[in-house]
Protein backbone atom coordinates (compact mmCIF):
# COMPACT_ATOMS: atom_id res chain seq x y z
CA UNK A 1 0.00 0.00 0.00
CA UNK A 2 1.79 3.41 -0.83
CA UNK A 3 2.19 5.80 1.73
CA UNK A 4 -0.30 8.41 0.86
CA UNK A 5 -3.35 5.47 1.37
CA UNK A 6 -1.83 4.96 4.62
CA UNK A 7 -1.35 8.63 6.02
CA UNK A 8 -5.26 9.28 4.45
CA UNK A 9 -6.04 5.93 6.63
CA UNK A 10 -3.83 6.73 9.87
CA UNK A 11 -6.31 10.34 9.61
CA UNK A 12 -9.25 8.34 9.39
CA UNK A 13 -8.66 6.38 12.58
CA UNK A 14 -6.29 9.62 14.46
CA UNK A 15 -9.93 11.54 13.98
CA UNK A 16 -12.12 8.14 14.75
CA UNK A 17 -9.79 7.75 18.58
CA UNK A 18 -10.41 11.57 19.04
CA UNK A 19 -13.99 11.57 18.72
CA UNK A 20 -14.55 8.28 20.68
CA UNK A 21 -12.41 9.33 23.47
CA UNK A 22 -14.05 12.87 23.61
CA UNK A 23 -17.46 10.97 23.73
CA UNK A 24 -16.97 8.76 26.48
CA UNK A 25 -16.72 11.91 28.42
CA UNK A 26 -19.23 14.29 27.03
CA UNK A 27 -21.71 12.20 26.00
CA UNK A 28 -22.67 13.81 22.73
CA UNK A 29 -26.35 14.25 21.80
CA UNK A 30 -28.16 15.19 19.12
CA UNK A 31 -26.68 15.97 15.60
CA UNK A 32 -23.41 13.64 15.32
CA UNK A 33 -21.99 16.15 12.33
CA UNK A 34 -21.63 19.27 14.44
CA UNK A 35 -20.40 16.78 17.15
CA UNK A 36 -17.88 15.84 15.05
CA UNK A 37 -16.94 19.63 14.07
CA UNK A 38 -16.96 20.54 17.64
CA UNK A 39 -14.53 18.06 18.78
CA UNK A 40 -12.26 18.18 15.85
CA UNK A 41 -12.37 22.07 15.96
CA UNK A 42 -11.56 21.41 19.78
CA UNK A 43 -8.61 18.91 18.55
CA UNK A 44 -7.64 21.62 16.43
CA UNK A 45 -7.26 23.95 19.26
CA UNK A 46 -4.98 21.81 21.64
CA UNK A 47 -3.03 20.87 18.97
CA UNK A 48 -2.31 24.46 17.39
CA UNK A 49 -1.50 25.07 21.70
CA UNK A 50 1.28 22.72 22.04
CA UNK A 51 2.81 23.55 19.21
CA UNK A 52 2.85 26.71 20.49
CA UNK A 53 4.30 25.94 23.53
CA UNK A 54 7.47 23.25 22.17
CA UNK A 55 8.81 25.64 19.68
CA UNK A 56 9.05 28.23 22.58
CA UNK A 57 10.71 25.53 24.62
CA UNK A 58 12.76 23.53 22.14
CA UNK A 59 13.99 27.49 20.61
CA UNK A 60 14.81 28.32 24.59
CA UNK A 61 16.72 25.18 25.51
CA UNK A 62 18.74 26.21 22.39
CA UNK A 63 19.30 29.81 23.49
CA UNK A 64 20.32 28.80 26.86
CA UNK A 65 23.29 27.03 25.44
CA UNK A 66 24.46 30.16 23.75
CA UNK A 67 23.80 32.78 26.17
CA UNK A 68 23.32 31.27 29.40
CA UNK A 69 26.02 28.73 28.97
CA UNK A 70 26.18 26.07 32.50
CA UNK A 71 29.96 25.90 32.15
CA UNK A 72 33.23 28.13 30.92
CA UNK A 73 34.29 25.26 28.57
CA UNK A 74 31.76 25.46 25.64
CA UNK A 75 32.59 21.68 25.55
CA UNK A 76 31.12 20.51 28.43
CA UNK A 77 28.22 23.14 27.96
CA UNK A 78 26.94 22.36 24.55
CA UNK A 79 27.20 18.63 26.08
CA UNK A 80 25.20 18.74 29.26
CA UNK A 81 22.32 21.16 27.59
CA UNK A 82 21.86 18.79 24.46
CA UNK A 83 21.60 15.82 26.75
CA UNK A 84 19.09 18.36 28.61
CA UNK A 85 17.00 18.84 25.70
CA UNK A 86 16.96 15.18 24.51
CA UNK A 87 15.69 14.21 28.28
CA UNK A 88 13.18 16.97 28.30
CA UNK A 89 11.78 16.18 25.19
CA UNK A 90 11.78 12.18 25.75
CA UNK A 91 9.77 13.43 28.77
CA UNK A 92 7.22 15.13 26.99
CA UNK A 93 6.56 12.86 24.25
CA UNK A 94 6.08 10.19 26.77
CA UNK A 95 3.56 12.38 29.50
CA UNK A 96 1.69 13.63 26.72
CA UNK A 97 1.80 10.83 24.17
CA UNK A 98 0.40 8.31 26.55
CA UNK A 99 -3.20 9.71 27.01
CA UNK A 100 -3.06 10.03 22.74
CA UNK A 101 -2.22 6.10 22.59
CA UNK A 102 -4.74 5.30 25.47
CA UNK A 103 -7.18 6.94 23.38
CA UNK A 104 -6.16 4.82 19.93
CA UNK A 105 -6.44 1.89 21.99
CA UNK A 106 -9.65 2.38 24.04
CA UNK A 107 -11.43 3.60 20.94
CA UNK A 108 -11.08 0.41 19.63
CA UNK A 109 -11.28 1.98 16.19
CA UNK A 110 -8.85 -0.49 14.29
CA UNK A 111 -10.88 -3.47 14.92
CA UNK A 112 -13.27 -2.40 12.19
CA UNK A 113 -10.30 -2.87 9.18
CA UNK A 114 -10.35 -6.63 10.45
CA UNK A 115 -13.08 -7.27 8.21
CA UNK A 116 -11.57 -5.24 5.15
CA UNK A 117 -8.76 -6.55 2.59
CA UNK A 118 -5.81 -5.05 4.33
CA UNK A 119 -2.58 -6.56 5.70
CA UNK A 120 -2.14 -6.87 9.28
CA UNK A 121 1.47 -4.82 8.10
CA UNK A 122 -0.78 -1.88 6.68
CA UNK A 123 -2.87 -1.88 9.45
CA UNK A 124 -0.17 -2.11 12.08
CA UNK A 125 1.69 1.07 10.12
CA UNK A 126 -1.53 2.77 9.96
CA UNK A 127 -1.49 2.63 13.93
CA UNK A 128 1.73 4.06 14.35
CA UNK A 129 0.71 6.70 11.60
CA UNK A 130 -1.95 7.64 13.40
CA UNK A 131 -0.83 8.79 16.88
CA UNK A 132 1.90 10.90 14.55
CA UNK A 133 -0.83 12.29 13.00
CA UNK A 134 -2.54 13.32 15.88
CA UNK A 135 0.78 14.41 17.19
CA UNK A 136 2.20 16.06 14.13
CA UNK A 137 2.52 19.61 14.29
CA UNK A 138 3.19 19.69 18.18
CA UNK A 139 5.74 16.77 17.27
CA UNK A 140 7.54 18.69 14.47
CA UNK A 141 7.45 22.09 16.93
CA UNK A 142 9.84 20.01 19.46
CA UNK A 143 12.04 18.11 17.40
CA UNK A 144 12.88 21.23 14.22
CA UNK A 145 13.90 24.41 16.20
CA UNK A 146 16.60 23.29 18.59
CA UNK A 147 18.79 21.78 15.81
CA UNK A 148 18.05 25.00 13.68
CA UNK A 149 18.73 26.96 16.42
CA UNK A 150 21.65 25.50 18.52
CA UNK A 151 23.31 25.29 14.88
CA UNK A 152 22.86 28.82 13.48
CA UNK A 153 23.70 30.35 16.82
CA UNK A 154 27.09 27.96 16.91
CA UNK A 155 28.11 28.96 13.28
CA UNK A 156 28.17 25.07 13.10
CA UNK A 157 25.07 24.60 10.90
CA UNK A 158 26.74 21.13 9.50
CA UNK A 159 25.50 19.14 13.09
CA UNK A 160 21.94 20.34 12.33
CA UNK A 161 21.61 17.60 10.13
CA UNK A 162 23.10 15.31 13.32
CA UNK A 163 20.96 16.90 15.90
CA UNK A 164 17.64 16.11 13.72
CA UNK A 165 18.62 12.21 13.68
CA UNK A 166 19.35 12.58 17.25
CA UNK A 167 15.89 13.87 17.80
CA UNK A 168 13.67 11.39 15.69
CA UNK A 169 15.81 8.17 17.65
CA UNK A 170 14.74 10.33 20.83
CA UNK A 171 11.09 10.10 19.74
CA UNK A 172 11.41 6.35 18.43
CA UNK A 173 13.02 5.11 21.80
CA UNK A 174 10.08 7.32 23.88
CA UNK A 175 7.54 5.83 21.10
CA UNK A 176 8.38 2.32 22.33
CA UNK A 177 9.28 2.95 26.20
CA UNK A 178 5.41 4.42 25.80
CA UNK A 179 3.80 1.31 24.45
CA UNK A 180 5.97 -0.88 26.47
CA UNK A 181 4.71 1.20 29.62
CA UNK A 182 1.05 0.54 28.44
CA UNK A 183 1.36 -2.76 27.58
CA UNK A 184 2.93 -3.77 31.42
CA UNK A 185 -0.07 -1.52 32.56
CA UNK A 186 -2.68 -2.96 31.14
CA UNK A 187 -1.41 -6.75 31.29
CA UNK A 188 0.70 -6.63 34.81
CA UNK A 189 -0.96 -3.84 36.88
CA UNK A 190 -4.49 -3.23 35.45
CA UNK A 191 -5.10 -6.95 35.32
CA UNK A 192 -4.89 -6.52 39.12
CA UNK A 193 -8.35 -6.81 40.12
CA UNK A 194 -9.97 -8.68 43.12
CA UNK A 195 -11.95 -7.52 46.17
CA UNK A 196 -9.05 -8.55 49.14
CA UNK A 197 -6.90 -5.80 50.70
CA UNK A 198 -3.72 -7.72 50.05
CA UNK A 199 -4.24 -7.61 45.98
CA UNK A 200 -5.51 -4.06 46.24
CA UNK A 201 -2.28 -2.91 48.12
CA UNK A 202 0.17 -5.10 45.47
CA UNK A 203 -1.82 -3.69 42.84
CA UNK A 204 -1.15 0.22 44.33
CA UNK A 205 2.11 -1.03 44.74
CA UNK A 206 2.49 -2.03 41.08
CA UNK A 207 0.84 1.19 39.84
CA UNK A 208 3.15 3.29 41.84
CA UNK A 209 6.64 1.45 40.57
CA UNK A 210 4.65 1.69 37.06
CA UNK A 211 4.59 5.57 37.30
CA UNK A 212 7.93 5.81 38.44
CA UNK A 213 8.57 4.49 34.84
CA UNK A 214 7.19 7.36 33.51
CA UNK A 215 8.70 10.27 35.88
CA UNK A 216 12.24 8.42 35.47
CA UNK A 217 13.68 10.50 32.68
CA UNK A 218 12.01 14.14 34.49
CA UNK A 219 14.11 13.23 37.62
CA UNK A 220 16.60 12.84 35.67
CA UNK A 221 15.95 16.22 33.98
CA UNK A 222 15.88 17.29 37.54
CA UNK A 223 18.92 16.52 38.79
CA UNK A 224 20.63 17.70 35.62
CA UNK A 225 19.17 21.66 36.02
CA UNK A 226 19.06 21.92 39.70
CA UNK A 227 22.77 20.36 39.84
CA UNK A 228 24.18 20.85 36.54
CA UNK A 229 27.12 22.96 37.59
CA UNK A 230 28.11 20.53 40.63
CA UNK A 231 27.84 17.73 37.66
CA UNK A 232 29.77 19.43 35.08
CA UNK A 233 32.82 20.05 37.43
CA UNK A 234 32.74 16.07 38.44
CA UNK A 235 32.42 14.58 35.18
CA UNK A 236 35.33 15.83 33.07
CA UNK A 237 37.63 15.80 36.58
CA UNK A 238 37.20 12.12 36.67
CA UNK A 239 38.27 10.07 34.04
CA UNK A 240 36.43 6.42 34.68
CA UNK A 241 33.33 8.78 35.37
CA UNK A 242 33.49 10.56 31.99
CA UNK A 243 34.00 7.17 30.14
CA UNK A 244 30.78 5.76 31.51
CA UNK A 245 28.96 8.82 30.49
CA UNK A 246 30.51 8.69 27.28
CA UNK A 247 28.73 5.55 26.72
CA UNK A 248 25.35 6.45 28.58
CA UNK A 249 22.34 7.61 26.87
CA UNK A 250 21.94 10.55 25.61
CA UNK A 251 25.35 12.06 26.84
CA UNK A 252 27.07 10.04 24.10
CA UNK A 253 24.75 11.86 21.47
CA UNK A 254 25.88 15.10 23.22
CA UNK A 255 29.33 14.62 23.46
CA UNK A 256 29.52 13.60 19.96
CA UNK A 257 27.75 16.39 18.84
CA UNK A 258 30.08 18.88 20.93
CA UNK A 259 32.89 17.83 18.81
CA UNK A 260 31.90 19.03 16.08
CA UNK A 261 31.42 22.92 18.02
CA UNK A 262 34.37 22.85 19.88
CA UNK A 263 38.00 22.83 19.64
CA UNK A 264 39.25 19.99 21.13
CA UNK A 265 42.75 18.33 21.09
CA UNK A 266 42.18 15.14 18.81
CA UNK A 267 44.69 12.73 20.19
CA UNK A 268 43.37 12.73 23.79
CA UNK A 269 39.55 12.28 22.63
CA UNK A 270 40.40 9.59 20.41
CA UNK A 271 39.08 7.10 22.83
CA UNK A 272 35.91 8.84 23.94
CA UNK A 273 35.32 9.57 20.41
CA UNK A 274 35.11 6.18 19.09
CA UNK A 275 33.09 5.07 22.84
CA UNK A 276 30.66 8.08 21.81
CA UNK A 277 30.15 6.94 17.76
CA UNK A 278 29.46 3.52 18.71
CA UNK A 279 27.25 4.34 21.80
CA UNK A 280 25.19 6.42 19.38
CA UNK A 281 25.09 4.18 16.69
CA UNK A 282 24.03 1.29 19.57
CA UNK A 283 21.35 3.43 20.24
CA UNK A 284 19.87 4.58 17.08
CA UNK A 285 19.91 0.86 15.87
CA UNK A 286 18.12 0.15 19.02
CA UNK A 287 15.53 2.93 18.17
CA UNK A 288 14.70 1.44 14.82
CA UNK A 289 14.11 -2.21 16.62
CA UNK A 290 12.47 -1.25 19.49
CA UNK A 291 9.82 1.17 16.52
CA UNK A 292 9.01 -1.89 15.15
CA UNK A 293 8.72 -3.70 17.70
CA UNK A 294 6.37 -0.93 18.96
CA UNK A 295 4.47 -0.81 15.81
CA UNK A 296 3.28 -4.86 15.65
CA UNK A 297 3.12 -4.54 19.69
CA UNK A 298 0.01 -1.55 19.06
CA UNK A 299 -1.65 -3.66 16.74
CA UNK A 300 -2.02 -6.38 18.82
CA UNK A 301 -3.58 -3.90 21.70
CA UNK A 302 -5.63 -2.23 19.41
CA UNK A 303 -6.92 -5.12 17.61
CA UNK A 304 -7.68 -7.33 20.99
CA UNK A 305 -7.92 -4.25 24.01
CA UNK A 306 -7.68 -5.81 27.09
CA UNK A 307 -10.50 -5.40 29.14
CA UNK A 308 -9.03 -2.98 31.31
CA UNK A 309 -8.31 -0.48 28.13
CA UNK A 310 -12.40 -0.35 26.61
CA UNK A 311 -14.65 2.02 28.44
CA UNK A 312 -17.08 -0.37 30.59
CA UNK A 313 -15.15 -3.17 30.67
CA UNK A 314 -14.47 -3.06 34.51
CA UNK A 315 -17.28 -2.05 36.22
CA UNK A 316 -17.20 0.67 38.98
CA UNK A 317 -18.94 1.07 42.05
CA UNK A 318 -20.63 2.90 45.20
CA UNK A 319 -20.13 0.67 48.37
CA UNK A 320 -21.59 0.62 50.92
CA UNK A 321 -20.17 3.04 53.58
CA UNK A 322 -20.35 4.79 56.49
CA UNK A 323 -18.88 7.97 54.73
CA UNK A 324 -20.15 8.78 51.17
CA UNK A 325 -17.05 11.23 50.96
CA UNK A 326 -14.99 7.70 52.03
CA UNK A 327 -17.19 5.45 49.36
CA UNK A 328 -16.41 8.13 46.41
CA UNK A 329 -12.64 8.52 47.74
CA UNK A 330 -12.32 4.95 47.21
CA UNK A 331 -14.02 4.68 43.80
CA UNK A 332 -12.33 7.85 42.51
CA UNK A 333 -8.82 5.88 43.04
CA UNK A 334 -9.93 2.96 41.39
CA UNK A 335 -10.76 5.35 39.03
CA UNK A 336 -7.79 6.78 38.54
CA UNK A 337 -5.75 3.84 38.20
CA UNK A 338 -8.06 1.92 35.90
CA UNK A 339 -6.13 3.95 32.77
CA UNK A 340 -2.18 4.67 32.31
CA UNK A 341 -2.91 8.43 31.09
CA UNK A 342 -4.14 8.86 34.46
CA UNK A 343 -2.58 6.47 36.32
CA UNK A 344 1.55 7.95 37.07
CA UNK A 345 -0.54 10.39 39.12
CA UNK A 346 0.00 7.53 42.25
CA UNK A 347 3.32 7.88 42.12
CA UNK A 348 3.74 11.50 42.47
CA UNK A 349 4.61 11.88 45.65
CA UNK A 350 7.78 9.74 45.57
CA UNK A 351 8.80 12.40 42.39
CA UNK A 352 8.26 15.25 44.72
CA UNK A 353 10.14 13.42 48.17
CA UNK A 354 12.91 13.00 45.44
CA UNK A 355 12.54 16.88 43.99
CA UNK A 356 12.86 17.88 47.87
CA UNK A 357 16.08 15.90 48.09
CA UNK A 358 17.35 17.25 45.46
CA UNK A 359 17.18 21.18 46.68
CA UNK A 360 18.02 20.50 49.84
CA UNK A 361 21.24 21.09 51.73
CA UNK A 362 22.82 19.01 53.90
CA UNK A 363 22.68 20.19 57.15
CA UNK A 364 20.94 23.19 56.63
CA UNK A 365 17.45 23.80 57.91
CA UNK A 366 14.91 25.25 55.85
CA UNK A 367 13.64 28.87 56.54
CA UNK A 368 10.28 30.38 55.77
CA UNK A 369 11.93 31.32 52.04
CA UNK A 370 13.31 27.73 51.12
CA UNK A 371 10.51 26.02 52.58
CA UNK A 372 7.80 28.19 50.37
CA UNK A 373 9.75 27.78 47.44
CA UNK A 374 9.54 23.90 47.93
CA UNK A 375 5.52 23.94 48.89
CA UNK A 376 4.81 26.51 46.03
CA UNK A 377 6.42 23.67 43.73
CA UNK A 378 4.40 20.88 44.84
CA UNK A 379 1.61 23.00 44.48
CA UNK A 380 2.62 24.04 40.83
CA UNK A 381 2.81 19.91 40.50
CA UNK A 382 -0.47 19.41 41.77
CA UNK A 383 -2.23 21.89 40.03
CA UNK A 384 -1.03 20.55 36.65
CA UNK A 385 -2.46 17.03 37.69
CA UNK A 386 -5.40 17.73 39.52
CA UNK A 387 -7.63 17.81 36.05
CA UNK A 388 -6.59 14.12 35.62
CA UNK A 389 -8.33 13.12 39.15
CA UNK A 390 -11.25 15.56 38.06
CA UNK A 391 -11.79 13.85 34.94
CA UNK A 392 -11.16 10.53 36.03
CA UNK A 393 -14.22 9.07 35.91
CA UNK A 394 -17.18 10.27 33.36
CA UNK A 395 -19.95 8.56 35.13
CA UNK A 396 -19.61 10.37 38.62
CA UNK A 397 -21.59 13.57 37.41
CA UNK A 398 -24.42 11.04 37.05
CA UNK A 399 -24.91 9.72 40.75
CA UNK A 400 -26.55 13.15 41.10
CA UNK A 401 -29.28 12.55 38.83
CA UNK A 402 -30.23 9.11 39.97
CA UNK A 403 -29.21 9.12 43.57
CA UNK A 404 -29.62 11.46 46.79
CA UNK A 405 -25.92 13.34 46.24
CA UNK A 406 -25.09 16.18 45.83
CA UNK A 407 -22.87 17.57 43.10
CA UNK A 408 -20.94 19.19 46.12
CA UNK A 409 -20.28 15.87 47.71
CA UNK A 410 -19.04 14.52 44.11
CA UNK A 411 -16.07 17.45 44.31
CA UNK A 412 -15.21 17.40 47.60
CA UNK A 413 -14.20 13.62 47.29
CA UNK A 414 -12.51 14.77 44.11
CA UNK A 415 -10.58 17.58 46.28
CA UNK A 416 -9.80 15.12 49.19
CA UNK A 417 -8.36 12.68 46.53
CA UNK A 418 -5.76 15.18 45.83
CA UNK A 419 -5.70 16.48 49.61
CA UNK A 420 -4.49 12.48 50.05
CA UNK A 421 -1.54 12.66 47.16
CA UNK A 422 -0.89 15.70 48.90
CA UNK A 423 -0.41 14.39 52.74
CA UNK A 424 1.36 11.11 50.16
CA UNK A 425 3.71 13.51 49.44
CA UNK A 426 4.25 15.30 52.76
CA UNK A 427 4.93 11.71 54.46
CA UNK A 428 7.72 11.46 51.85
CA UNK A 429 8.89 14.98 52.37
CA UNK A 430 9.04 15.21 56.15
CA UNK A 431 11.64 11.83 56.36
CA UNK A 432 13.32 13.03 53.72
CA UNK A 433 13.94 16.68 55.02
CA UNK A 434 14.40 15.36 58.76
CA UNK A 435 17.24 12.76 57.05
CA UNK A 436 18.85 14.78 54.72
CA UNK A 437 18.76 18.16 56.66
CA UNK A 438 17.35 19.08 59.47
CA UNK A 439 13.30 19.68 60.74
CA UNK A 440 12.75 23.41 61.75
CA UNK A 441 9.68 24.98 62.65
CA UNK A 442 9.50 27.03 60.00
CA UNK A 443 9.53 23.46 57.54
CA UNK A 444 6.69 22.37 60.08
CA UNK A 445 4.67 25.50 59.44
CA UNK A 446 5.22 25.71 55.62
CA UNK A 447 3.96 22.52 55.31
CA UNK A 448 1.18 22.89 57.69
CA UNK A 449 0.16 25.30 55.33
CA UNK A 450 -0.15 23.38 51.86
CA UNK A 451 -3.13 21.46 53.31
CA UNK A 452 -6.00 24.37 52.81
CA UNK A 453 -4.10 25.53 50.18
CA UNK A 454 -4.18 22.51 47.99
CA UNK A 455 -8.00 22.25 48.76
CA UNK A 456 -8.87 26.08 47.10
CA UNK A 457 -6.47 25.66 44.33
CA UNK A 458 -8.37 22.60 43.80
CA UNK A 459 -11.57 24.00 44.29
CA UNK A 460 -11.25 26.66 41.65
CA UNK A 461 -9.29 25.25 39.52
CA UNK A 462 -13.23 23.30 38.42
CA UNK A 463 -14.56 26.69 39.07
CA UNK A 464 -12.99 28.03 36.17
CA UNK A 465 -13.35 24.51 34.39
CA UNK A 466 -17.21 24.35 35.13
CA UNK A 467 -17.95 28.50 34.59
CA UNK A 468 -15.32 29.74 32.37
CA UNK A 469 -14.33 26.72 29.68
CA UNK A 470 -17.52 25.05 29.63
CA UNK A 471 -16.28 21.77 31.03
CA UNK A 472 -17.92 19.94 33.78
CA UNK A 473 -16.20 18.69 36.48
CA UNK A 474 -15.91 14.76 35.52
CA UNK A 475 -16.88 15.60 31.47
CA UNK A 476 -12.54 16.04 30.93
CA UNK A 477 -10.37 14.84 28.77
CA UNK A 478 -6.99 16.44 29.70
CA UNK A 479 -5.23 15.46 26.66
CA UNK A 480 -7.36 16.80 23.98
CA UNK A 481 -8.42 19.97 25.80
CA UNK A 482 -5.44 21.89 27.06
CA UNK A 483 -6.11 24.92 25.44
CA UNK A 484 -9.33 24.91 28.28
CA UNK A 485 -6.87 23.12 31.44
CA UNK A 486 -4.15 25.93 31.15
CA UNK A 487 -6.19 28.90 32.35
CA UNK A 488 -7.76 26.29 35.33
CA UNK A 489 -4.40 25.39 36.55
CA UNK A 490 -3.06 28.85 36.40
CA UNK A 491 -5.78 29.83 38.39
CA UNK A 492 -5.16 26.69 40.73
CA UNK A 493 -1.67 27.72 41.04
CA UNK A 494 -2.03 31.78 41.54
CA UNK A 495 -4.96 30.53 44.71
CA UNK A 496 -2.85 27.85 45.89
CA UNK A 497 0.48 29.79 46.29
CA UNK A 498 -1.20 33.13 47.19
CA UNK A 499 -0.71 32.31 51.15
CA UNK A 500 2.95 31.49 50.50
CA UNK A 501 3.22 34.95 49.08
CA UNK A 502 1.28 36.87 52.19
CA UNK A 503 3.32 35.26 54.62
CA UNK A 504 6.50 36.11 52.91
CA UNK A 505 5.28 39.84 52.41
CA UNK A 506 4.67 39.54 56.48
CA UNK A 507 8.05 38.60 57.13
CA UNK A 508 9.70 40.86 54.31
CA UNK A 509 7.66 43.92 56.69
CA UNK A 510 9.63 42.67 59.91
CA UNK A 511 6.75 40.26 61.18
CA UNK A 512 7.51 37.56 63.15
CA UNK A 513 7.46 33.81 61.63
CA UNK A 514 4.17 32.66 63.47
CA UNK A 515 2.40 35.45 63.47
CA UNK A 516 2.57 35.59 59.76
CA UNK A 517 1.99 31.78 59.20
CA UNK A 518 -1.17 32.30 61.50
CA UNK A 519 -2.61 35.27 58.84
CA UNK A 520 -1.46 33.52 56.35
CA UNK A 521 -3.36 30.43 57.30
CA UNK A 522 -6.63 32.65 58.21
CA UNK A 523 -6.19 34.04 54.90
CA UNK A 524 -6.01 30.19 53.07
CA UNK A 525 -8.91 28.87 55.23
CA UNK A 526 -11.29 32.22 54.38
CA UNK A 527 -10.22 31.49 50.49
CA UNK A 528 -10.95 27.75 51.17
CA UNK A 529 -14.67 28.77 52.28
CA UNK A 530 -15.22 31.75 49.55
CA UNK A 531 -14.32 28.89 47.12
CA UNK A 532 -16.02 26.03 48.35
CA UNK A 533 -19.27 28.19 48.72
CA UNK A 534 -18.67 29.42 45.04
CA UNK A 535 -18.13 25.52 43.48
CA UNK A 536 -21.40 24.42 45.54
CA UNK A 537 -23.54 27.28 43.77
CA UNK A 538 -23.22 25.41 40.37
CA UNK A 539 -25.82 23.54 39.18
CA UNK A 540 -25.99 20.28 37.47
CA UNK A 541 -24.74 20.52 33.83
CA UNK A 542 -27.69 20.51 31.30
CA UNK A 543 -28.63 18.66 28.86
CA UNK A 544 -26.43 19.07 25.55
CA UNK A 545 -28.40 20.46 22.46
CA UNK A 546 -27.27 19.65 18.97
CA UNK A 547 -23.63 18.27 19.49
CA UNK A 548 -22.68 21.82 21.31
CA UNK A 549 -22.12 22.22 24.90
CA UNK A 550 -24.25 24.41 27.07
CA UNK A 551 -22.24 25.63 30.55
CA UNK A 552 -23.69 24.53 33.04
Known sequence: MRLSMLMRMAGLLSREAIFRSMAEVRGFRGDGRLSVKSVLRASSINKAFLTLVFSA??????????????????????????????????????????????????????RTLASMPISERCISWANALAFIRMYD??????????????????GCPHVIPLLLLFSVVNFMLAFSCMVLLTKVFYSKVASWEGGTSGRSFARGLMTALWGLGVFGSAIVVNVLVSKSIEITSVIFRSQSLFTAMSAAYPFSMGFLTS???????????????????????????LAFVGFRWSVEALMDMCMEPPAAAIKGGVRLSIKPSKSRAAAFLKRDLKSLTRSPSQAFVVALP????????????????LNLVSGSSIMVSVMGILSFLSPYVLGSDASATSFTQTLPIRLGEVLFSKSLLILALNAASMVIVVPVIWAYSSMSLDAALCIALSFPSVMAGVLVEYYVL?????????????????????????AGIVVSSSPYMLMLSLVTLRWDPEPSWAVSMIYSLAVLYINRRAVLSLGLPRPQRGGEEVAS
Do not use: H, R
Open 466 to 490: AVISGVGVTSLNVALSLAKVIPSVL
Open 259 to 285: TLTAELSSGGMLPYLVIQALASCLYTL
Open 350 to 365: VVIGVMVFLVSKPGLP
Open 137 to 154: APLAALILPFPIVFGVLK
Open 57 to 110: LSSGIALTAKFMPIASWSYASDSITIAVYMLVSFFIVLSTGLPLLTSIVSSNAT
